[in-house]
């Protein structure tokens, strides 16, 4: 598993420990040699912002990630649209 995991929740929701749990499980055994990772959850409109911002698709997505050189990198949720 990641060594160092930041959650952070803007949602507005709680997210479940299960959730997160099993998010971080099936990804420490995909990426093992890296050592932080930070997971986001944001509601609509900043994820939409996000999605225009890097991708030029102006609209919500579910899920954005963004490497980072030494670190597992960075892993953006939308709430409500990965809850569809």
Do not use: W
């Not at 160092?4 to 507005?12: A, L, Y």
């Not at 997160?20 to 890296?34: D, E, G, I, Q, Y």
């Not at 890097?54 to 609209?59: E, L």
Request: aromatic share 6%.
């Amino acid at each position: 598993m990641a060594s160092h995991v930041t959650i952070i929740n803007k949602s507005g929701k709680r997210v479940p420990l299960k959730v997160l749990k099993a998010l971080c499980l099936k990804l420490s055994k995909r990426f093992k040699n890296r050592d932080e990772l930070t997971i986001t959850f944001l509601k609509t409109t900043p994820a939409k912002k996000l999605n225009r911002q890097f991708r030029g698709k102006n609209y919500a997505t579910d899920v954005l990630s963004f490497e980072a050189p030494q670190a597992l990198g960075d892993i953006v949720l939308c709430e409500p649209v990965a809850r569809k």
